[in-house]
């Protein structure tokens, strides 16, 4: 069964300063990976998605992520932290065309 | 329109009753998906459907929940005998076809609260 783990439900950082969220999932098969964003009263938004292609995904708003298969990790990643990147994140996985699995959610505060 | 569409945006409803909410996905999406959304968490899946037939409805938490798609459009989610733990955001979402390789585009969601 897959299923993902967001490590930390809160992250803050400083404005300016790089982002870590942290990911990791569990798949029998070749997963497909995804970050969502959601912002207060807003939908969901996908950032990024890993699909078996290149292992480093550049995303949407300066994010990346590093799908690492022997840490069976995909955590997301950006440089420099903007006031406007304050959001839920969700990290997601999907198998074969099979329904897509939420982690938790990482609320993400940037600090000015 | 240009997106996913979700009706009622809120719905407050007394324990016990009946409701319904309403999914209009983006034109041309044969994936439809159902997930439940309580304050703080991330969204729990309910039921994906592929065209008009239910792919997966594994996540439906008990008989008083229903879903259709009777003809692989529009989608409606059923309560029955609502219940106070049934309070959440309801959301929908679609995709061209099946999940791996396409987005999944999200509606607003709808917030039910049982009173």
């Known amino acids: 069964a897959q299923s993902v783990t967001q490590l930390d439900s809160h992250v803050s950082v400083s404005e300016g300063t790089p982002v870590l969220l942290r990911c990791n999932y569990s798949?029998?098969?070749?997963?497909?990976l995804f970050w969502y964003v959601q912002h207060p009263n807003k939908g969901l938004q996908l950032l990024l998605k890993?699909?078996?292609?290149?292992?480093l995904v550049k995303g949407i708003n300066g994010f990346e992520a590093e799908f690492k298969k022997s840490e069976t990790s995909f955590h997301l990643t950006k440089p420099s932290a903007h006031m406007s990147d304050a959001a839920e994140y969700f990290c997601v996985v999907s198998e074969g065309d099979d329904k897509i699995i939420f982690g938790k959610g990482t609320r993400l505060h940037i600090l000015p | 329109g240009a997106g996913v569409s979700q009706t009622p945006s809120n719905k407050v409803t007394e324990k016990g009753k009946y409701v319904e909410l309403r999914c209009d996905p983006i034109s041309g999406h044969t994936a439809l998906y159902w997930y439940r959304q309580s304050l703080g968490q991330g969204p729990e899946f309910l039921i994906y459907f592929q065209g008009t037939g239910a792919a997966d409805d594994s996540g439906l938490p008990n008989d008083r929940f229903f879903a259709v798609r009777p003809e692989g459009s529009v989608s409606t989610l059923k309560i029955q005998r609502t219940e106070r733990g049934d309070s959440a955001v309801y959301l929908c979402a679609s995709s061209v076809y099946a999940p791996r390789n396409t987005e999944a585009f999200f509606g607003q969601g709808t917030r039910l609260t049982v009173v």
């Open positions: 890993y699909t078996s292609a290149a292992t």
């Open positions: 798949s029998s098969y070749s997963p497909s």
